[in-house]
């Protein structure tokens, strides 16, 4: 059993215990390297450091970094050097020694040594892509619309700090993104070669894309060093974003479309080892009425001729790598409350599963084909790296940087049946001690998405602080959840109070049965569509004891043009829609206690929609303040940052 100083039960413990990252792997396979975020220096925000992790699992892990400002994972070069950015203090020549940098470009030899400065912009840098058979490398950058170089581009940041202009002219939509604004700045990609010995350098840096506003994103580079493939996002009439695959020459700058559709996006591509053949995600997109879908799609750079690969694999898959011949893509996919590792056959689209348990991220595929690394998590573990057996689906844990103490608790998958007759799943979390003798009582935890799963660890959305306090946790996966393929999403499209909200209790009803569950002391709550859910359940049924709602979706109807993606929002919150089943219609109908948490700079669910909420429920309810001993609590709200 953990002890009380742990993080599952000590909240300052909790939010500094390190947390495992993204990977990189050296392009001849030797070296792996993790991200391991922690408290940076005051302990008000988080830092990355790089840690190497040994491939054949004896050794243990060993820092590579210790900025104070922390570092992110770029890419290896081919000679095995590491390159990340980092925003240490070190001055350009000329500035003074105290300035902080921005995003600079370092290097870590590979021979080892002290990281030293490859290259510095005013503005910084972004992604890096290498390849193991070329020393030209793909960079990202972020500049000012109609600048022609670095120089002009530091004059107009420069200007804008100076007068203090926080000023930015949109002339088309979208104008905001989750919790920051869009713009003035947006990405371009230069190529560039890596020369010299010892201390490396950027020589022949080109423009490969100029200024093209917003449209870039999402690049792929192959090993070969040959094609770049990238996403394109147009914006069309009526602020509609429709996102498409480009081909980008490395060499010329030249790009065409590869991958486009009117009915579908494309994104999240990888291309194989020659650079001949992409595969990527073909999002259908939405109506009112029929719910999105995902296939895979196998693109030919050259002529951008397309098909499905895997057409009737009824999971939504995302593109990891292709072998080294190009028969084979490996993805991960939602699947039944995990999300394993899968391998899908390029000629006959046979799928086979290399993974049973666990959500598996940041996978990567050994550069001889035999060995996928990847960031297991689930309910029962916080994060560890695994490698892979291709040929034998066998998987082998390395030693992380991290390590965790016990669970206070345990986990069990539970299921139910909708009134549909559909199978409706989802996880139980119990505290230790729990039993018939002392059942615990319950908390309904719904997810966010809403097309999403409780199916990997989450450090935001964590159960065990309250398994911790003797609380039992139910994460229902409802109707909109993915792994449970399309019929599962479709039951719930444009239905939001309908079978998602029936599963919920459904499901709850069944674990309240459980002897080693108390059915009088449930508690509710939810962020995003799980705060929506929070507000709907408040509205339908007095239930629970309590309900906390975060970031939650509160009137619909002023939801969809006040969010920062309205267009997406729009296929399927229509009128209708939202006059059926938007809470904030049936507030009258609240009795339950409600605590009401949102984000000042939440773009995605506007802040508008918590101060919403909380007049309404001070309208109907102030001056009636109530004793919490008696076990009926007052109302009450807390505003956070994003």
């Known amino acids: 059993m953990s002890e009380p100083t742990s993080p599952w039960y000590d909240l300052d413990s909790y939010i500094t215990t390190p947390r495992l990252g993204g990977l990189a792997l050296s392009l001849d396979g030797g070296t792996l390297v993790c991200g391991v975020q922690g408290p940076d220096n005051d302990a008000t925000g988080y830092v990355t450091s790089l840690w190497r992790v040994d491939v054949d699992g004896g050794r243990a892990a060993t820092r590579l970094t210790r900025s104070v400002k922390g570092e992110a994972i770029a890419a290896f070069l081919r000679d095995g050097s590491l390159v990340f950015t980092s925003k240490r203090d070190v001055p350009a020549a000329g500035e003074d020694a105290t300035k902080d940098s921005t995003n600079a470009l370092w290097c870590l030899p590979a021979g080892g040594g002290e990281a030293y400065v490859l290259a510095r912009r005013d503005g910084g840098w972004g992604s890096v892509l290498t390849s193991p058979e070329t020393d030209r490398v793909v960079l990202g950058v972020s500049m000012h619309a ?28 979208p104008v905001r993104y989750w919790d ?85 996006e494309f994104g999240g591509a990888v291309l194989s080892a020659d650079g001949r053949t992409a595969v990527c995600s073909r999002y259908r997109i939405p109506t009112a009425d029929i719910a999105p879908d995902w296939k895979l799609w196998l693109v030919d750079v050259a002529t951008g001729e397309g098909r499905f690969l895997a057409e009737d694999w009824d ?60 960031v297991r998590s689930s309910w029962m573990n916080p994060g560890e790296i695994v490698a892979v057996d291709i040929a034998t689906a066998q998987s082998r844990v ?43 009582p319950l908390t309904v935890w719904v997810h966010g998405g809403p097309v999403s799963s409780w199916n990997a660890w989450s450090w935001r959305w964590c159960p065990w602080l309250l398994a ?37 209790m459904a499901l709850t009803d069944e674990v309240e049965a459980r002897a080693d569950v108390r059915d009088d002391a449930s508690t509710m709550m939810g962020g995003s569509f799980g705060g929506y859910m929070a507000n709907w359940i408040a509205t339908q049924t007095d239930r629970f004891r309590a ?96």
């Open 315 to 374: 999971r939504v898959a995302h593109p990891v790598a292709f072998s080294p011949d190009g028969a084979t893509v490996y993805v991960t996919a939602d699947d039944d409350g995990a999300a394993p590792l899968f391998a899908v056959d390029v000629a006959t689209g046979a799928v086979r599963r290399l993974t049973q348990d666990g959500a598996h991220a940041s996978a990567l595929l050994s550069p001889d084909g035999s060995t996928l690394y990847a």
């Open 398 to 440: 390395l030693r992380a940087p991290a390590e965790y103490p016990a669970l206070p608790g345990r986990v069990e998958r539970v299921e139910t049946t909708a009134v549909d007759g559909t199978r409706v799943p989802g996880w139980l979390v119990l505290p230790d001690g729990a039993s018939a003798d002392a059942p615990a």
């Open 468 to 504: 911790s306090r003797g609380q039992a946790v139910l994460l229902p996966d409802p109707a909109l959840s993915t792994g449970y393929g399309f019929e599962y999403l479709q039951r719930g499209w444009g239905q939001w109070g309908g079978a998602p909200y029936t599963d919920v």
């Open 146 to 173: 109609g600048v022609a170089d670095d120089e002009a581009d530091a004059a107009k940041r420069a200007a804008r700090k100076d007068k203090k202009v926080s000023a930015i002219l949109h002339d088309g939509y």
């Open 547 to 642: 309900i906390v709602t975060h970031a939650s979706l509160w009137d619909l109807e002023s939801f969809g043009p006040t969010t920062d993606a309205s267009w997406y929002w729009s296929r399927e919150l229509t009128p209708e829609m939202a006059a059926r089943f938007s809470p904030h219609r049936y507030v009258s109908q609240i009795s339950t206690p409600m605590l009401v948490i949102h984000g000042d700079r939440d773009y995605r669910v506007p802040i508008g929609q918590g101060l919403a909420l909380w007049w309404e429920l001070n309208r109907m309810h102030q001056g009636t303040r109530r004793n919490c001993r008696t076990g009926s609590c007052t109302t009450r709200t807390r505003t956070t940052g994003s």
């Open 180 to 264: 920051h604004d869009l713009g003035p700045e947006n990405p371009r990609l230069r190529a560039a070669t890596v020369t010299g010995d010892g201390d490396l350098t950027l020589s022949d840096v080109t423009d490969l894309t100029g200024d093209v506003g917003p449209a870039l994103d999402g690049v792929a580079y192959s090993r070969d060093g040959g094609t770049i493939v990238a996403e394109w996002t147009d914006r069309l009439a009526g602020g509609v974003s429709v996102t498409r695959l480009i081909a980008i020459d490395p060499e010329t700058g030249e790009r065409r479309i590869i991958a486009a559709a009117d009915d579908a």
